[in-house]
């Protein structure tokens, strides 16, 4: 998820006569601000719950009504490799109640990439009798 800094032209909200106001500080908004759907940050109070870096230029997750960056949702929430024990991010190898990066998910016999399987062997070390 990631969000985008803007020139706020009016201090109104949408629904009526009330000022925006920044969901952190609760000061009113003025000049330039994030949204996030239908919420808005100054940019200096937009930053991660966790390690207060600037959210206003980069990614994010949300949870829970937080905001958090990249690196700490990772470390936080993250699913790692059971066999490099790095977090995986893009495509999984669910087997055998174990998570693994594609490259990671190997033979246990032979260490070539397993991509069709009955166990965590490969076909040729442990060939599928028919």
């Known amino acids: 998820m990631s969000s985008s800094a803007h020139r706020q032209a009016s201090t109104r909200s949408e629904r009526g006569s009330e000022p925006i106001r920044c969901q952190r500080c609760r000061e009113v908004c003025k000049g330039e601000v994030v949204r996030v759907q239908d919420t808005h940050f100054h940019v200096k109070c937009f930053t991660c719950t966790v390690c207060n870096c600037d959210l206003a230029r980069s990614g994010f997750f949300q949870k829970k009504g937080e905001y958090i960056c990249t690196a700490d949702y990772q470390r936080l ?39 069709r399987f009955t166990s965590q062997t490969c076909r040729m070390c442990f060939p599928i009798k028919r």
Do not use: Q, W
Not at 83 to 109: D, Q
């Open 77 to 115: 929430y993250g699913t790692r490799c059971d066999r490099c024990s790095n977090f995986i991010t893009g495509e999984v190898v669910s087997a055998l109640g174990r998570t693994y990066h594609p490259k990671c998910f190997v033979c246990s016999m032979c260490r070539y990439a397993v991509t």
